[in-house]
């Protein structure tokens, strides 16, 4: 795939998890932007019209994709959604799903396709959780605002980077002193370790449940 041709958006208006509406949103503002760019002579990031659209998705995804393209007047560009329960093929206007034979290649594209799209969504959700959980954390350290968080955050990206650095590395960079980081060194190696103890007693706890598990099946045999 030409990965220089992916695109992410972020919800903007639609509140709560609604598969249905944050769908109609995406295809809404890929083709408006694509009017925008044709506007410059073909010169944007959107301004290349696809050949076929997959819908992630059965006939309630598709459905809300295919109006915000009749909206928009694209509708005449080929759209399907892919279900992934039975992996069929929906089409707007057509009442029965398109079955494919499951070893044939043009489903096998369709399903890499859409597990492609998969991929690069998660990774892009589990970047923004990261940022979330960096910055509320940074919050809870004394001393630490918006500025000194801001700079913390540009240096070094995510909370683990952030705890292998030395006090002294910490206090060199920009607005920091040498007790703040001491703070943000002795708060960050408190929380992890705390997380690093959690983790292992669940785990003590879950083999412990196995190993009696185990032991009532060979008592009872």
């Known amino acids: 795939p030409d990965k220089s041709q992916y695109r992410r958006f972020k919800i903007q208006s639609v509140e709560g998890p609604n598969d249905f509406l944050s769908m109609k949103e995406v295809i809404d503002r890929r083709f408006r932007h694509q009017a925008e760019d044709a506007k410059q002579l073909g010169k944007g990031h959107f301004a290349k019209t696809p050949d076929l659209v997959i819908i992630d998705g059965g006939r309630g ?3 809300y994709a295919y109006q915000a393209m009749q909206d928009l007047h694209v509708e005449t560009i080929p759209v399907f959604g892919l279900a992934k329960q039975h992996e069929w ?96 060194k002795g708060y960050l190696d408190e929380y992890f370790n705390r997380i690093e103890g959690d983790a292992g007693s669940l785990g003590r706890r879950n083999a412990g449940a196995e190993v009696e598990s185990q032991t009532e099946k060979v008592g009872d045999g």
């Open 61 to 63: 995804q598709l459905g």
């Open 89 to 184: 093929l929906f089409e707007p206007e057509r009442a029965e799903p398109i079955i494919l034979d499951r070893d044939s290649a043009a489903l096998k594209l369709l399903m890499h396709l859409r597990d492609e799209a998969h991929r690069f969504a998660i990774t892009y959700h589990r970047k923004l959780r990261t940022k979330r959980n960096l910055a509320s954390i940074l919050d809870d350290i004394d001393g630490i605002g918006p500025t000194r968080k801001k700079v913390l955050r540009q240096t070094y990206g995510d909370l683990s980077s952030i705890r292998q650095a030395s006090v002294e590395e910490l206090a060199r960079l920009p607005k920091m002193t040498r007790a703040s980081a001491e703070a943000v």
